[in-house]
C-alpha cells in the first residue's frame, strides 16, 4: 500500500496506552500501538504525535483544585507518556525527539517549531508533550495547533470508538455513524469529535481530521494509506 498523506500529526489519548489496566502505561500496549507507526515511518511518511494524560490525570475532574495548577499537572501527565511512547519507538529502532511545551531541559528538547520541522525532514518522530503549555486548552487544541504549525496534511485522532457519531454508541445502540461530515455540523450538532477551540482552529486553516479507533493498532497504517476507516471530518 501507498501513503495517501506525506506528514501526519497523529493524536494518541491516554486512555489508549494503559491497556486492559485503564490507569498507567502498559509498554507491551504501547509497542503495539508504536508497530504500525513505524510501518508508516518505512514508507516514508513524516509523523508527529500529540499524546493525552487521562491514563494518569484529568484536570477538568479535579473537584475543587484550583483549574491552572490540575491543568499543570495534567501537562505532566503529557510528558510521562511522551517518554514511554519514545521509549517503545527507539525499541522498534525508529529515530524519536521528544519535545515539551514546558522546558524540560534535562529529557526533552523545548517545543521549537522550526527544529520540529527539521527532525521530521529528516525522517524522525516528533513527540509534543505538554499540550499547548497552557491552561484551559486540552491537548485536543495542542493537537490541531501542532499539525497546524508543522503543516501536517490531517490529523489523525486515534480514539477509543470508530468515528464520528450522531450520539453516544455507548449509550445508544441506534446511534448514526458519520462516513464524512463538515466542521460545521461538528460545531453546531455539539458533536463529540474534538473540543470546540480544537475543531474552530481546524476549520479556520482548512485541516482535515480523521477520527478512527485504536483498538486495532493496525489502523494507524492503514489509514495512512487512506483506506476507507473511522469519519473524515473536512470544512466542506
Not at 490525570?57 to 475543587?64: I, V
Not at 520540529?116 to 495547533?145: E, Q, Y
Amino acid at each position: 500500500m501507498q501513503p495517501k498523506y506525506k506528514r501526519i500529526l497523529l493524536k494518541l489519548s491516554g486512555e489508549s496506552l494503559a491497556g486492559k489496566a485503564k490507569h498507567g502505561i502498559d509498554f507491551d500496549t504501547v509497542v503495539k500501538i508504536c508497530k504500525p507507526i513505524k510501518k508508516c515511518v518505512e514508507s516514508g511518511v513524516q509523523v508527529g504525535i500529540v499524546v493525552g494524560g487521562g491514563n494518569f490525570w484529568r484536570g477538568r475532574s479535579s473537584g475543587d483544585m484550583d483549574r491552572t495548577r490540575a491543568d499543570h499537572m495534567g501537562m505532566l501527565a503529557t510528558t510521562i507518556n511522551a517518554l514511554g511512547v519514545a521509549d517503545a519507538l527507539e525499541s522498534l529502532d525508529v529515530d524519536v525527539r521528544v519535545q515539551t511545551a514546558i522546558s524540560m531541559r534535562q529529557f526533552a528538547e523545548p517545543y521549537i517549531r522550526q527544529k520540529a520541522m527539521s527532525h521530521l525532514n529528516k525522517g524522525r518522530v516528533v513527540i509534543f508533550g505538554c499540550g499547548t503549555g497552557n491552561p484551559f486548552f486540552s491537548t485536543d487544541t495542542a493537537a490541531a495547533l501542532r499539525a497546524v504549525e508543522i503543516e501536517a496534511d490531517v490529523i489523525m485522532k486515534a480514539t477509543m470508538v470508530d468515528g464520528v457519531y450522531d450520539s453516544d454508541p455507548k449509550t445508544n445502540p441506534n446511534a448514526k455513524k458519520f462516513d464524512s461530515i463538515t466542521y460545521h455540523d461538528v460545531l453546531t450538532r455539539n458533536l463529540a469529535v474534538m473540543d470546540s477551540t480544537a475543531s474552530a482552529l481546524c476549520k479556520d486553516n482548512d485541516l482535515p481530521i480523521l477520527v478512527f479507533s485504536i483498538e486495532d493498532p493496525e489502523n494507524i497504517y492503514r489509514a495512512v494509506c487512506g483506506e476507507n476507516i473511522g469519519t473524515v471530518v473536512t470544512t466542506e
